[in-house]
């Protein structure tokens, strides 16, 4: 069994800052990747950041300058630090793992449970 515990959502003004946190624990061999993705209602789920296991890293065009994806691989955790958040991030934040199972050695993967990130006007 894998979990991906998010933490680090709320409710912040135009302009804040806030950073999600997100730590994969239990039967895991390896992390190949990590990501965030964002939902709002109605629409489909969409990539924010990722990270692979060499440290590259891709941003959606709209958190480009803007959002920093980072990761502790000792820890398995990946970060998201968000800065001159915009009503426009308002979104639940889910944290995404592509990682190796340590009983079967096959890629798996999983999904946090989200985190609501709030930004008023």
């Known amino acids: 069994q894998v979990q991906l515990v998010e933490s680090g959502g709320g409710w912040v003004e135009a302009g804040g800052s806030l950073r999600l946190s997100c730590t994969a624990a239990g039967n895991i061999f390896g992390i190949n990747a990590m990501a965030w993705y964002r939902q709002t209602p109605g629409k489909q789920r969409e990539l924010v950041a990722s990270i692979r296991s060499g440290g590259s890293t891709n941003y959606a065009d709209s958190v480009k300058g803007r959002f920093t994806i980072s990761r502790d691989s000792a820890k398995n955790t990946v970060y998201l630090q968000m800065n001159s958040l915009k009503p426009e991030d308002t979104a639940v934040y889910y944290c995404?793992?592509?990682?190796?199972?340590?009983?079967?050695?096959?890629?798996?993967?999983?999904w946090g449970q989200g985190t609501q990130v709030t930004v008023s006007s």
């Open positions: 995404n793992a592509d990682l190796t199972r340590r009983d079967n050695l096959l890629p798996s993967n999983y």
